[in-house]
Structure formats: structure tokens, C-alpha cells
């Protein structure tokens, strides 16, 4: 089914009355030229922290002054005469920006593809992971016993088993569905990607939130694209700076769609065109995950309605509805990967860039 007639099938499937757009066809082969390229860190809160010292050997632990956490690191590609909206893509749990990048089998990721289809592209670390660093002084302070153990906050850690059946890779560790999507002979390079994840560690009001509203700010307008834990941050961004997110894509989640908003923030987000995606396999994954990745999607469908009751454009695309079988929670990364990427494009072109009237 090609890009036109999956629009033409989403339509249904939604209630949308607006025509579709299809992608425009990208050039994967020839020379990739850009305009510009650069990193930068954007946001962030200056504290205090007091020296930490008395370990009976080296120096002292953390040195006191003023420190800068809450910040996020982004890497930016700018293509020659931009003529598209900018494109923010934000990695999920135990993940960094490196996700959107090559895929583990060495193919396209969606960072270049998105480029080379003319975007500007922005890929960030999310505020407390990767590059954008974490409060160490937290942790300092448990270890020279100035806070008690049972307060440093958890650092999430997944492991290979939990992520190969929590993701649908496959329906036990080391065998994959028969439709999978996924490399899976390239496992052990996705399993190099996984990093801990310090979110535990950050205030009650994600920085991450503030930092994208920012970057959109400075990216001139942007759609923001988040996955998995970053599923609601286009959301929650969009609500400290709606006029400058441009469009909201949120990649399936296992439980942000549960977050209730008042009747206001509903408003203020049915302004922005917004494309919830959902994958394969859920009801058929293995407990307690089929439950609840199928309580998720529905919680989501409710989420999407409440959206376009209050007069907003909503996209819900259930990708096996949709005839394409087999893909995983990492979209980005399966095998038809750039597929995806082309509906993704494809919505940004008919209902941010060039909505129907």
C-alpha cells in the first residue's frame, strides 16, 4: 500500500474528513550537502552546591560553587535553503539522541533521512541523560553520607531480557516474532545503546519541558517528536510555549496517555496539529506487558478523541491497521524503518506545513 492510500485509510479510521498529502519522494543515494551543523546546550538552572569533601583519599568530591544542571545538549543539521519546518526528535527511557542516528545494522537513520528530505533536524540528549550530564552532587551526597541511602534517587537500568519482550522484539527473550521488523542480527549492537537513566533524579517539573519549549523558540517553530518516556513532552512543551510548536508527533507510550489535562490545556493543545503512532504486537506480547501496551493504546484513542472534541486535528495511525506488520517499539530502528519515516513525513506535509482548509 503505498504513502497516499495508507493517508486515504487513516482517514477512515479516524473520522478525518481532510485529504491526505503524500511524502515527497527522497533522494537516500546521492550526496548528502548541508547548509550548516553545530551542537549547542540550551536551558538549564544555576545552583549552589556546597563542597563535598572527606573521602580519606583524593580530592574533593564535588567543589563548591555555582553548577549548571537541567540543561540539553542538541545536535543540529541545517539543510541547503531549508524550505520545511525544523524537526525535534527526542529519544526514550534508558536511550539517548544517538537512537535517531544510524540504526544498529548500520542503515539510515531518521535524523539523515529526515534531512535529506529537506528538514532542519534537531536530535537532543534528553535533560539528564547522555550529554546533557545530571546533579552528580545527589549522588556525592549519599556517598560521603550527608543524605541517607534510602533518598538518592533510583537509576533506571534496562536489561537485554526485559527490553527484547517489553519493546516486541519478540515474544520471549532470543525469539523474535516471524514478521519482526527489527535487525535482530544486529542485537548486541542495539543492546550497546542502552545507558543509564537518571529522570528520577530531576525535579517534579521535567527540565526537559522548558528546554524544548526553548529550542523550538529558537528553532524559528518546530514539530516536536517524542517516544516512549518522551511520548508527552511535545505535549507538555507545547503548553509553556504553544506558539512555537508547530506540530506534536508522540510515538507510542506505556502510560503517558493516562496524564489528565484540564479542560484549558485541551484547548490550548487542540491549536496544534498532533500524530499519535502506534505499533504491532501489543495484545499478543507477553504479561504484564500485552496489558498493558493494549490499555496504553486505548487510553491514547481516548486521548486523541478528547483532543478533537475540543476542536483539534488528530491523527491516529495503528500502523497494523494500517496493513504494515511487524514493527517494534523502536520504530526508528526496524527494518522498515524509513517507511514509517515517510508517513511521518507525509503528515507534517498535509497537516502542519499545508492543512486543508
Not at 527522497?26 to 551542537?39: A, N, W, Y
Not at 534510602?150 to 527490553?163: L, S, T
Not at 525535579?203 to 511520548?231: I, R, T, W
Request: net charge negative; hydrophobic share 40%.
Amino acid at each position: 500500500m503505498n504513502t497516499l492510500l495508507r493517508y486515504a485509510a487513516i482517514a477512515g479510521l479516524c473520522g478525518l474528513i481532510t485529504p491526505a498529502r503524500a511524502a515527497e519522494p527522497v533522494d537516500t543515494k546521492g550526496t548528502l550537502t548541508i547548509q550548516s551543523q553545530g551542537s549547542f546546550f540550551i536551558g538549564g538552572t544555576v545552583q549552589h552546591a556546597d563542597g563535598l569533601s572527606g573521602l580519606t583519599t583524593g580530592p574533593d568530591v564535588t567543589r563548591a560553587g555555582d553548577v549548571t544542571t537541567g540543561q540539553m545538549y542538541v545536535q543540529y543539521q541545517i539543510p541547503v535553503s531549508p524550505q520545511h519546518v525544523p524537526v525535534v526528535m527526542i529519544h526514550g527511557g534508558g536511550l539517548s539522541g544517538q537512537g535517531y542516528e544510524t540504526t544498529p545494522d548500520g542503515r539510515m537513520g531518521w535524523n539523515e533521512y529526515f534531512l535529506r528530505a529537506g528538514r532542519p533536524v534537531y536530535v537532543v540528549d534528553q535533560a539528564g541523560r547522555g550529554r546533557s550530564g545530571f546533579d552528580g552532587s545527589l549522588y556525592n551526597a549519599t556517598k560521603l553520607g550527608t543524605k541517607a541511602a534510602a533518598d538518592q534517587p533510583p537509576v533506571q537500568i534496562i536489561g537485554h531480557e526485559y527490553a527484547y519482550t517489553w519493546f516486541r522484539i519478540g515474544p520471549k527473550f532470543g525469539t523474535p516474532y516471524p514478521d519482526t521488523q527489527f535487525p535482530v542480527d544486529a542485537i548486541d549492537a542495539f543492546y550497546k545503546m542502552w545507558i543509564p537513566d537518571l529522570n528520577a533524579a530531576l525535579p517534579a517539573q521535567d527540565p526537559s519541558y522548558s528546554d524544548l519549549a526553548a529550542l523550538a523558540q529558537k528553532a524559528g517553530g518546530a514539530v516536536l517528536m517524542g517516544h516512549s518516556e518522551s511520548f508527552m513532552f511535545p505535549e507538555r512543551s507545547a503548553l509553556l510555549n504553544p506558539a512555537a510548536v508547530k506540530g506534536i508527533i508522540s510515538l507510542e507510550s506505556g502510560y503517558a496517555c493516562a496524564t489528565s489535562f484540564t479542560e484549558q490545556e485541551r484547548a490550548t493543545l487542540a491549536k496544534i496539529p498532533m500524530l499519535i503512532v502506534f505499533a504491532d504486537h501489543h495484545a499478543d506480547a507477553p504479561e504484564p506487558f500485552g496489558s498493558r501496551w493494549t490499555t496504553s493504546m486505548g487510553q491514547c484513542r481516548d486521548f486523541a478523541a478528547s483532543i478533537q472534541k475540543a476542536g483539534g486535528d488528530v491523527t491516529f495511525m495503528h500502523l497494523p491497521e494500517m496493513g504494515i506488520h511487524g514493527n517494534t517499539h523502536m520504530f526508528m530502528l526496524d527494518k522498515n524503518n524509513l517507511q514509517i519515516a515517510d508517513l511521518l513525513l507525509g503528515w507534517i506535509d498535509s497537516h502542519v506545513e499545508h492543512p486543508a482548509k
